[in-house]
């Protein structure tokens, strides 16, 4: 019903700043809900930041202060301002879009495919 699809990641030194986008298309007219999570190796998938069609928005204690998300409802995209990386943010990164709640479909949830970001000298 709705792709995912997510930029390019990349390598970037401590302290650097990453822009990462998210783009969903489709049956996107019930979107509320667009958010960023991050798998690093032999972790759990974490929440990193989220943001619903209010513009309300959410951070992981980590991240708060360093991150910021936000979207543009007319192009149904989802952004994620990384700055003053560090070494600990490496991981996937995974964008997740989810619809209001149907009869049909109460708990429609779709991920994008992940995009690698790697915080090194």
């Known amino acids: 019903q709705v792709q995912v699809v997510e930029s390019e990641g990349g390598l970037v030194q401590p302290g650097g700043s990453l822009r990462l986008s998210c783009a969903a298309s489709?049956?996107?007219?019930?979107?509320?809900?667009m958010g960023w999570y991050r798998q690093a190796p032999g972790n759990q998938r974490e929440l990193v930041a989220t943001?619903?069609?209010?513009?309300?928005?959410n951070y992981a204690e980590s991240v708060k202060g360093r991150f910021t998300i936000s979207r543009d409802n007319a192009k149904n995209t989802v952004d994620l301002q990384m700055n003053s990386l560090k070494p600990e943010d490496t991981a996937v990164y995974y964008c997740?879009?989810?619809?209001?709640?149907?009869?049909?479909?109460?708990?429609?949830?779709?991920w994008g495919q992940g995009t690698q970001v790697t915080v090194s000298l």
């Open positions: 489709g049956s996107v007219s019930r979107i509320y809900f």
């Open positions: 997740n879009i989810r619809l209001v709640p149907t009869g049909m479909s109460p708990t429609a949830s779709y």
């Open positions: 943001i619903i069609s209010s513009g309300n928005t």
